[in-house]
């Protein structure tokens, strides 16, 4: 994903994930909150935390409504209201696994913006 700023990027890691799982517009909100003493860090946390609301509450992921990052004293901090659906029978979901921390990739490329890759294990 590129993106201007490391907020929207993130916020587009969402949306990639949604893609990856199958989720369509969500009509239900979660509010997800992560600390990671990194930016690569938190990518893999964010990504986990997203993996893990979809196990424990039976919710495909949407998109972020509502996504806030913050550089906090020893790491960072992102607070986000992700869209979700419940998983019904009319609704097919990609079961993944997780991510994989060593070919994640967070960093800022002069003229084109903030790039995150990861992988995630289906």
Do not use: C
């Amino acid at each position: 994903m590129v993106a201007d700023s490391k907020q929207e990027a993130f916020k587009q890691v969402v949306e990639a994930f949604s893609e990856i799982v199958g989720g369509e517009a969500g009509n239900q909100v979660h509010t997800i909150k992560v600390e990671s003493e990194g930016l690569k860090p938190l990518l893999f946390d964010f990504l986990d935390e997203l993996i893990f609301l979809q196990d424990t509450e039976n919710v495909v992921v949407s998109y972020a409504d509502e996504l806030e990052l913050e550089r906090l004293e020893n790491g960072w901090r992102i607070e986000a209201d992700i869209k979700v659906d419940l998983i019904t029978s009319q609704v097919h979901v990609m079961d993944v696994k997780g991510p994989t921390y060593n070919e994640m990739k967070v960093s800022y490329e002069e003229g084109e913006g903030w790039v995150l890759e990861a992988v995630i294990d289906i």
